[in-house]
């Protein structure tokens, strides 16, 4: 599993578990093996599965950070792993909104 060396950003084995209310069909509709895109709204993707927006800030202290999708945080809290962004230990994961 790519969480195991989490240090690149770009890492795509999370995906799996795109929720496909969050996305769109890309421009080319293929039957079984269709690409999926997030919505144009969404330019910031998660720096982990690149396929959901970043809504699930780690939470380590006082402070924070927004660099994932809420399921990809999860997957870090449940796997014991450090804060990808200052490598400190994760306290909790907060789904966050923006507006």
């Known amino acids: 599993s790519c969480l195991s060396n989490l240090v690149v950003p770009n890492c795509n084995s999370l995906s799996s578990s795109i929720d496909s209310q969050e996305l769109l069909p ?3 509709p293929a039957p079984s093996s269709a690409k999926w895109r997030l919505p144009d709204s969404c330019p910031d993707p998660c720096l982990i599965c690149q396929s959901r927006p970043k809504n699930g ?3 380590h202290g006082q402070t924070g950070h927004l660099m994932s999708c809420y399921v990809c945080a999860r997957k870090l809290k449940k796997r014991d792993k450090l804060c990808p962004v200052c ?3 994760i306290q909790s994961v907060v789904l966050t909104y923006l507006s």
């Open 26 to 28: 890309s421009s080319s």
């Open 57 to 59: 800030c780690i939470v």
């Open 87 to 89: 490598r400190l230990p």
